[in-house]
């Protein structure tokens, strides 16, 4: 390491500092009218007003049910309106829940609502007697997408003020503490770190980093193993291809394991989660035009996700064998880069001719899922990455696009990303894009034929053994938002922490 960048370390701390994640609190209450302070009100379809609220509006000269009945306001479901002044609340606001089935998802989507329109600074109680149809945890879905609708990346704001946000409260959602305290409040700091590691500009992160951060973040939790491959286990394992796209750094590359232990039988084959983990991407020596490129500084967000969803499932003690591994590089252009027609040899002995430089992230995602197949003999194969510019267009903000060599599998990651609150959607692996990919001098070329997202997963795909089942997410699309959802605000969005979550869930033993 030279003396022009601050010590790894040093950065890791600053990024897990309070003020860095700082969820807001809850207290989860029985159902009794608060006396002052800002409200929100659940409202059913129709108008109809929980029994705390109607306690609240008949307290204020139904202030309330004659405004929703001015305004037009019908309780559809986010639908929200703003009152001010309402007896002894200065702020009280409705958002309506609709008529139907009040799924977790919806649930933190109303959480997420109520982040977007009320502020907590003064007070705050979310009124949720009327949720009782989605479940006794109701109220922990609803802190959770409250908190993950209230995250914000202030850091670099030198007027930021760090004030401690007053706790939220929870009117009517008493018997979901204990599912919020003990299970979803990890999922929503698996998220933060994830957005975390997402928003932090190249300079701020690279590999060592990453890594030093992941540490700290996991200090202390049971049945979690970290191991760190550096850039010279990397050469000695003979992961040229991870080598080579790190290889023009000043920083070296890594590659990060997180093994959590928590089924019943410790020996059971675990589920290998793999993210890319570009801290940025310039495109190398085939470098990228700079329109646009500054957002190569989350091109980190597959290890990011996998990084927090590891997390929230070893904190909670889901009963399940995963392992994380995240291969970490920084794709520079120097005298020292990899250049477009070098042959590099991957760990599993196959070549791999480089077409483009900035075809990068599968060349690290090769040695990775190789690495993960020889070491750890997974029962699945997740691998989760901003890939390709294609996935991007083709699904938008919308879907992550699942890639699968057996449809039916991407239909349960359907269903999957459906309860998680992050869609996924199928693109085709035809053996063609294989075809396509095979190099006149080497084994395979990284990227040929019609360059896409489906050629991306070939590649990756040639170094996974084809009865395994094998699960390709490209996020290159969902993992930043221009405009904001309820639950996520503009930004990184952690995109692909949610979706494991789930799959690690339904996984479980
Ligand atoms: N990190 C990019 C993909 C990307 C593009 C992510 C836009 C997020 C937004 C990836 O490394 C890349 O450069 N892919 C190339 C591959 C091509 C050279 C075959 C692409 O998609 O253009
Ligand atoms: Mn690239
Ligand atoms: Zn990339």
């Known amino acids: ?94 958002i309506g829940i609709g008529d139907e089935a009040l799924t977790p998802r919806k649930l933190q989507d109303l959480g997420g609502h109520a982040a977007m329109s009320a502020d907590d600074s003064d007070g705050l109680s979310l009124i949720i007697d009327g949720l009782a149809a989605g479940g006794g945890d109701a109220a922990a879905y609803i802190a959770t997408g409250y908190a993950l609708g209230d995250y914000a990346f202030t850091k670099y704001k030198s007027d930021h003020e760090a004030s401690d946000p007053d706790t939220v409260r929870l009117i009517g959602g008493a018997s979901a503490a204990a599912k919020y305290e003990n299970d979803l409040a990890y999922l929503v700091e698996g998220v933060e770190l994830s957005r975390n590691f997402g928003s932090e500009p190249g300079n701020a992160l690279w590999p060592e980093v990453f890594v030093d951060t992941v540490r700290e973040a996991f200090r202390g939790v049971p049945n979690v193993r970290i191991s760190v491959l550096d850039a010279r286990d990397i050469r000695r394992e003979g992961m040229g291809a991870l080598m080579g796209v790190g290889q023009g750094s000043i920083h070296d590359p890594r590659l990060l394991v997180v093994r959590y232990t928590g089924a ?89 001719e480089i077409m483009s430089t900035d075809a990068e992230g599968r060349l690290m995602l090769l040695d990775a899922v190789h690495y993960a197949q020889e070491k750890f003999d997974p029962r699945m194969i997740l691998n989760i990455a901003t890939l390709t510019g294609s996935a991007a267009r083709a699904m938008g903000d919308d879907y992550g696009a699942v890639i699968t060599r057996d449809i039916s599998l991407s239909l349960e990651m359907m269903e999957v990303g459906k309860a998680a609150g992050e869609d996924v959607w199928p693109l085709p692996l035809h053996p063609s894009h294989f075809e396509q990919i095979k190099s006149d001098i080497a084994d395979i070329k990284n990227t040929g034929g019609s360059p896409g997202a489906s050629i991306g997963a070939a590649v990756v795909g040639t170094f996974i053994a084809e009865d395994l089942p094998w699960v390709h997410l490209d996020i290159a699309g969902v993992d930043w938002l221009d405009s904001r959802t309820p639950t996520t605000p503009k930004g990184h969005a952690g995109w692909g922490v949610r979706f494991m979550d789930e799959l690690l869930r339904r996984e479980s033993e």
């Open 1 to 94: 390491m030279t003396s022009k960048t601050f010590s790894a370390a040093c950065i890791a701390a600053a990024f897990l500092s309070p003020a860095a994640l700082a969820a807001p609190q809850f207290s989860f209450d029985a159902a009794q009218a608060p006396q002052s302070g800002d409200l929100v009100l659940y409202v059913g379809a129709d108008g109809t007003l929980s029994p705390t609220a109607s306690a609240i509006d008949a307290t204020t000269g139904n202030r309330i049910t004659q405004t929703m009945a001015v305004a037009g306001f019908e309780g559809g479901f986010g639908e929200t309106l703003s009152l001010v002044a309402v007896g002894a609340h200065d702020h009280v606001t409705l």
């Open 264 to 352: 019943a039988d410790s020996d059971a084959a675990p589920i290998a989660l793999v993210g890319k983990g570009v801290t940025f991407d310039t495109g190398g020596i085939s470098i990228k035009p700079n329109n646009g490129m500054w957002l190569m500084k989350s091109d980190l967000s597959g290890a990011a996700a996998v990084a927090g969803a590891v997390l929230a499932a070893a904190k909670r003690g889901e009963d399940v064998n995963v392992v994380g591994l995240m291969p970490l590089a920084e794709n520079m252009p120097s005298q020292d880069a990899i250049r477009p027609g070098d042959v590099l040899t991957s760990m599993s002995g196959k070549t791999v």
